[in-house]
């Protein structure tokens, strides 16, 4: 069973970058698949921010493609979001998942980030 | 870009009635590419639908997905306690691939 869990800072101020990582088990990254990172701002729907296919190639969205960096760690069986000059715009739960193309069948739990002074 | 736009916002049903849900595209999707998620509070989506039609693992089948072209349907023929959540549909063959509707919340009457 493949799970994923998402780590990183809870708080980040204005300006500022974004860093969070994804831990999988259960599956190893190197063997194929897309990983990518979905957003929720509070009480709103599903925004995609972008997808890493194992071999290492990145798909963005257009609207945050100048902020995100998504890397993967195949040692360590990770992978992580960057999102740079954060405003609160990008307080939101982020998820990680695990795709097929953009079809998201496993996802991590979440994890609430807001940006404020 | 393709918009995903989902009706009604709102749903409220009760236990036992049939729940129809609408995505509309503003451009045509592939019936390949078009899946549905269910949310429940304070969890991450789980998928429900893939390819329009298709059931994902463990899906109980009064889950049904239909539609073609710029319209699709999810139908829950018989609501469970359970079935009442978001729903967001998603295209995942389109550009920027992984657009999502906006949700609709089926609630209980």
């Known amino acids: 069973q493949v799970q994923l869990q998402e780590s990183g800072p809870g708080l980040v101020k204005p300006s500022e970058t974004l860093s969070l990582t994804c831990s999988v088990s259960g599956y190893s990254i190197s063997s194929g698949y897309y990983w990518g990172w979905i957003r929720q701002p509070p009480g709103k729907g599903l925004e995609w921010i972008g997808s890493i296919y194992h071999t290492g190639s990145t798909y963005y969205n257009p609207s945050l493609k100048s902020r995100v960096t998504i890397s993967v760690d195949t040692s360590k069986n990770q992978f992580s979001l960057r999102l740079t000059s954060v405003t609160a715009a990008d307080t939101a739960v982020y998820f990680c998942?695990?795709?097929?193309?953009?079809?998201?069948?496993?996802w991590g739990q979440g994890t609430l980030v807001t940006v404020s002074s | 870009e393709n918009v995903l736009t989902q009706s009604p916002g709102t749903l409220s049903l009760s236990p036992g009635e049939r729940a129809t849900l609408s995505c509309r595209a503003r451009?045509?999707?592939?019936?390949?590419?078009l899946a549905w998620y269910q949310q429940k509070p304070g969890q991450a989506p789980r998928l429900l639908i893939y390819?329009?039609?298709s059931r994902a693992t463990g899906i109980p089948d009064r889950f049904s997905g239909s539609g073609s072209g710029t319209d699709f349907t999810l139908a829950i023929s018989r609501l469970e306690p359970e079935d009442f959540a978001v729903y967001y549909c998603q295209q995942y063959g389109g550009s920027p691939p992984g657009t999502f509707g906006q949700g609709t919340k089926l609630e209980i009457k």
């Open positions: 998942a695990k795709s097929g193309l953009w079809l998201f069948d496993y």
């Open positions: 390819g329009a039609s």
């Open positions: 451009q045509s999707v592939s019936s390949t590419y």
